[in-house]
């Protein structure tokens, strides 16, 4: 009952809401009711046994409606809920167009709840596509001057992403033995001709890798997180962002555990140059959404470091950075979104002082410190522990991806205090003076994110507590301190040999 | 664990009863909460919140919670005291356990470690009395109060904490504390190049210092210090390989970072744009954070010979360069903050040449009287309205007392007899003279140690001797609340070394830690104070160097061109890296991108113009579409799949 109240929830709203008149503050409280409702029921789930529910849907193509919640999906399940609450907490009370916008807001919910839940490939595929299509109208309807070209890159992307997904669920469902399945009960257990399963590997690889997104294949990740107004670029970051690294942990490293064993060290070098390249390039921004989203991609550089490295510690990483992730981009995006709206501009060279307790933004800059000292990794804060458990995991089967990832994390510490010293010190401008203050529907969003944030960081167990069953089962090499030993291609996935 | 301060001899517990006493030693692991409480309770006064009462409250409350647990320090020392046998007393609670890594926070409590809390916390009490009368004006109190004990508060877990990741995650804190205290005033420019220096330059040394965490776990299988030195003493010293030397050298980065050591140094320099009592604080109990972790990892540094070389070639190169570019400072806070690098030199080096107690000895006797020097300079800049030591002069008429306070901290920070100082250097010289170099690494400790007299005597001179100038002719008395402190750590520091001898630390032979070799320290000291005295307490014209030798002066004054050196080695490959991946995003990822969706719309509008309206081309297309696809199946299908 909870997976399809999960589902359902957000569907029945984005139905609703198109019905009822153009009034916010209505609209906003109709789009909070599934959204919390949905929270809700994902935090009663956590920590429970796994559960699943079967219902045929179109048999002949092997399309059901297979849906289940165990260690992997339901703190992400949870967390999309979240960040969808969030956005629409967040969003401007004079929001243009608040109807399509909170309708196509719940839409994406459920594309994204669809994918988390779905126990089918094909299902998978479905929800995997349907985030793609509200994404694109939120992001060319609402966001900046540039959103038109932002969006026609997001779909083009998106559209590659999905057909490559599409050729490699296909080819799995199809040449998976005797008649074809998409349940992922049949693809975890089937073994691929090599052959098939190197181009399988790579479809699903790009796709993903389309997705997350990672160094070459990030080309709509600027642009779009940059065009996109804030509770987009939140959504897009927090949420949107996850499909990428949940397809890979249950894709390529589910279905296909051979081909990740020997292909891993070419993952962790990608990994690790979109580690560093994302940083560097944040480094020379002058536009705070832009630099964000370049230090977004730096950070997913590191999960897919982790993600090569599959250890359970790793994966337990990228599970845990996939949360820390959300919650941090969420936040900063949230704010850049609050500056942006009091002093007008995001562009750092026309911004100084902010810090300042009476003239300037005190409370939005204090809180935008404490996410950019999280996504640097500073201790104390969600971003540090994954960040850790990656390092500490990858290190030993790829010690010089892992040394990279580091210097990556000292340049985003660069970046972190050239925009706050920028940005938040100085003097404060004159002629710029005087800035409205936030006010407490504004703050709210941001500080229930960097609570979040904070409890994250003291007690990992928030971040780490629920998916180690899942993913111990999905790893695929032993901790580095116990002696790593890497299973050949030709062993059995599931067994860590000891 | 090591024991870091050897004594010989108990304190005496107080008249209570024994259960009472112990209790206080057993809850020590509270004395980091009470200033952590209170840098919390700060944040109330953030703007919008509290506002009605001003910001005085929020430094009263700060100044209190410190008190509280300077008290709860010294009952704790005392009840240790009185019980020694009930220590080492530990304490624990696990705080990440996943995927079979467990991480504890384990903490012990030993006689050391509550000596340097009282010192933390002592020292912490009476810098923020002082800042209550150095910022009197000020209106970012609760930002400033707050981080002083967020400071006090990691300094103090990280003395109670017996593990390395622990010291890590505390040493990465406290570089974030720092960059917010040194940019208490924001908007001023070089306050915010400071702070961003500050907490670039530390960081760089805590990364390095994690990537040494990250890959010695695998190696030792824990990061507790405790079982660290019992996985050491089961190892042959220089039996290690290449790769673990490594990482034990990427250990020592975090110390070298914290105590400002080359070519980590440049950020304790710049960190003097933060308020003076911060710098009290920094210069001399921060400073030896970074030394007590190196301390606590010596035994495993011990087993490279690599790693001792390059502590004793960094800890020799900083002590006397260190001391050299402080003689070429005109602030005074400058001068002072090299001399901090300089001593934790030596420090380095006595844990190179692989004896902790002496190290040890070293960073017992080094910050009260570094406390005390700073704090005398401190009312002196607050009354004269500047740190240039070119402006100052003739104060001793006007300010004897706190040049008293002055004098006795920088006797204190040299080889003087009878202060703690002498006898902690001179068992450094006595450990180069055993060591397979002891000329050179002995003629470096005296050198050092004569150039570190010298800058000391300079900088007296420079503000008390010689005649009044321009901004010391009416030097305002200062508020009591600033000279209250300063003469009270001034009587603790007189009574150093009388507390040294009698509990042990240093025999008493006749004066205090005489032996082999005091003779000549004693010379350097003189010497170099003397040279310095003749220069400089009166104005002469040898204290302007030649014309010839203007250039080296102007290169030490200017740190070496340290700063130069970073902005065009790392700075600028940072800079050119991230300008050569931003021209390929633009040019490359961006091009294509732009391209191919420029592409995309234009095919769409010339397809729009293609279109007929018959079905029949519809179908045409649909069917080369589904061709196209079932041969592209056909090739990755097997043949037995088609069977």
Not at chain 2, 501 to 513: E, K
């Amino acid at each position: 009952m909870a997976l399809l109240l999960l589902l359902l929830l957000p569907a029945l709203g984005a139905g609703l809401l198109p019905l009822l008149p153009e009034r916010q503050r209505l609209l906003r409280r109709v789009a909070l009711v599934p959204a919390l409702l949905q929270f809700t029921i994902g935090l009663s789930q956590l920590g429970h046994p796994p559960s699943e529910l079967h219902q045929v849907w179109l048999p002949r193509i092997g399309l059901a409606l297979d849906l289940g919640l165990d260690g992997l999906s339901a703190p992400l399940a949870v967390l999309i809920a979240l960040i969808v609450l969030v956005t629409v907490l967040a969003t401007p009370a004079d929001q243009a167009r608040p109807r399509l916008f909170f309708s196509l807001l719940l839409a994406t919910d459920v594309g994204l709840m669809g994918a988390v839940l779905a126990r089918n490939a094909l299902l998978f595929l479905l929800a995997y596509e349907l985030v793609l299509i509200p994404t694109t109208l939120l992001l060319a309807v609402w966001g900046g001057p540039r959103r038109a070209q932002a969006a026609i890159q997001y779909v083009m992307y998106g559209a590659a992403s999905g057909l490559a997904l599409l050729g490699g669920v296909l080819a799995l469902g199809w040449l998976n033995g005797d008649g074809f399945s998409f349940a992922f009960a049949d693809l975890a257990a089937m073994q691929l001709p090599t052959g098939s399963s190197h181009w399988v590997f790579a479809l699903l690889v790009l796709s993903f890798g389309l997705k997350l997104p990672v160094v070459p294949l990030h080309g709509w990740q600027p642009l779009a997180y940059g065009q996109a107004s804030s509770p987009v670029a939140m959504l897009l970051s927090g949420g949107v962002s996850i499909l990428g690294g949940y397809g890979l942990l249950r894709f390529a490293i589910g279905f296909l555990p051979d081909e990740w064993i020997l292909w891993s060290p070419w993952i962790a070098g990608v990994g690790a140059l979109t580690a560093a390249y994302g940083a560097l390039n944040a480094i020379v921004q002058s536009d705070i959404r832009r630099l964000v989203a370049y230090g977004s991609l730096g950070h997913m550089g590191l999960l897919v470091v982790a993600l090569a490295a599959a250890t359970p510690l790793s994966l337990q990483g990228v599970v845990a950075q996939l949360i820390a992730h959300g919650l941090i981009s969420a936040l900063l995006f949230h704010l850049v979104g609050l500056i942006e709206a009091k002093t007008g501009s995001i562009q750092i060279p026309e911004l100084a002082g902010l810090l300042n307790p009476y003239r300037g933004l005190p409370f939005t800059l204090g809180l935008f410190l404490l996410a950019l000292m999280a996504s640097a990794g500073i201790p104390g804060l969600a971003g540090f522990v994954p960040e850790f458990l990656m390092f500490e995991a990858s290190w030993t089967p790829f010690p010089v991806a892992t040394l990279l990832c580091l210097i990556a994390s000292g340049f985003t510490a660069v970046y972190a205090v050239r925009l706050f010293n920028r940005v938040g010190f100085g003097r404060l401008d004159n002629d710029r003076v005087d800035y409205p203050a936030t006010v407490w529907s504004e703050r709210f969003p941001a500080v229930l994110l960097a609570s979040l944030v904070v409890v994250g960081g003291l007690w990992p167990g928030l971040l780490v507590g629920w998916s180690e069953s899942a993913t111990t089962a999905l790893a695929l090499r032993r901790e580095p301190f116990t002696a790593l030993v890497a299973i050949a291609p030709s062993a059995s996935p599931r067994q860590i040999p000891s | 664990m090591i024991l870091v301060f050897a004594t010989t001899r108990a304190i005496p517990g107080p008249d209570c009863s024994p259960a009472m006493t112990l209790f206080f030693a057993q809850t020590a692991w509270l004395v980091p909460l009470y200033p952590l409480l209170a840098a919390l309770v700060s944040l109330a006064w953030s703007p919008g919140f509290i506002w009605k009462t001003g910001p005085r409250p929020c430094g009263y409350f700060n100044l209190t919670m410190v008190s509280v647990a300077f008290a709860h320090s010294l009952l704790a020392l005392l009840a240790a005291n009185a019980h020694p046998e009930a220590l080492p007393l530990h304490f624990g609670w696990t705080w990440l356990q996943t995927a079979g890594l467990s991480i504890g926070f384990d903490g012990s409590i030993t006689q050391p470690a509550l000596i340097a809390t009282l010192f933390v916390t002592g020292v912490h009490v009476l810098a923020q009395i002082f800042a209550i009368g150095y910022l009197e004006m000020d209106w970012g109190w609760p930002r400033f109060f707050g981080s002083l004990s967020f400071f006090e508060a990691g300094l103090c877990a990280l003395l109670l904490t017996d593990s390395l990741f622990f010291s890590y995650v505390i040493l990465e804190l406290l570089t974030l504390g720092t960059y917010l205290i040194v940019g208490t005033w924001y908007n001023q420019s070089l306050v915010v190049k400071g702070a961003r220096d500050a907490f670039l330059t530390k960081r760089i040394g805590d990364l390095i210092l994690l990537a040494g965490l990250v890959a010695i776990l695998p190696v030792t299988g824990t990061w507790n210090f405790g079982a660290i030195a019992s996985w050491a003493a089961a190892q042959t010293p220089g039996s290690l390989p290449l790769s673990q030397e490594l990482i034990l050298l990427a250990l020592v980065a975090g110390p070298m970072g914290k105590c400002a050591q080359i070519p980590l140094h440049l950020w304790l320099d710049e960190a003097m744009e933060g308020p003076l009592p911060s710098t009290v604080l920094r210069n001399s109990v921060v400073v030896a954070g970074g030394a007590w972790v190196l301390l606590k990892l010596q035994p495993m540094l011990a087993l490279s010979p690599l790693v001792t070389t390059v502590l004793v070639v960094v800890g020799g190169t900083t002590a006397l360069v260190g001391a050299l570019i402080a003689l070429a400072q005109i602030d005074i806070k400058r001068a002072l903050s090299f001399l901090a690098s300089s001593w934790m030199g030596l420090l380095f080096l006595a844990v190179g040449l692989g004896d902790p107690t002496v190290a040890g000895h070293l960073l017992l006797v080094y910050p009260l009287p570094m406390a005390l020097v700073l704090m005398a300079v401190g009312t002196v800049i607050v009354s004269n309205v500047t740190q240039d030591l070119t402006q100052l002069g003739g104060l001793w008429s006007r300010r004897p007392l706190v040049g008293l306070a002055f004098l006795t901290g920088a006797g204190g920070l040299m080889a003087l007899p009878p202060f703690g100082g002498f006898a902690a250097i001179r068992e450094l010289l006595e450990l180069c003279s055993a060591s397979s170099q002891p000329l050179l690494l002995g003629g470096f400790v005296l050198v050092t140690n004569g150039l570190m007299a010298a800058g000391l005597v300079r900088v007296f001179g420079l503000i008390w001797g010689g005649r009044p100038s321009v901004f010391t002719r009416r030097s305002a008395e200062v508020l009591w609340l600033m000279v209250l402190p300063t003469l009270v750590l001034m009587g603790v520091v007189l009574h150093l070394p009388i507390l040294l001898a009698r509990y042990g630390v240093f025999a008493t032979t006749p004066l205090l830690g005489w032996g082999p070799q005091a003779v000549p320290l004693l010379v350097s000291t003189l010497l170099g104070g003397g040279v310095s005295a003749v220069f400089y307490l009166r104005p002469h014209p040898l204290a302007q160097l030649p014309s010839a030798l203007g250039g080296l002066q102007h290169w030490l004054a200017h740190d070496m061109n340290t700063e130069n050196f970073y902005q065009r080695s790392v700075v600028a490959l940072v800079v050119g890296l991230a300008r050569l991946s931003s021209w390929t995003d633009h040019q490359l990822v961006d091009g294509f991108t732009g391209a191919t969706g420029e592409a995309a719309l234009q095919s769409a509008r010339r397809l729009s113009f293609t279109t007929s309206g018959r079905t029949q081309t519809y179908t045409l297309t649909l069917l080369i579409g589904v061709v196209l696809m079932a041969a592209w199946l056909l090739t990755i299908v097997p043949t037995t799949l088609l069977r």
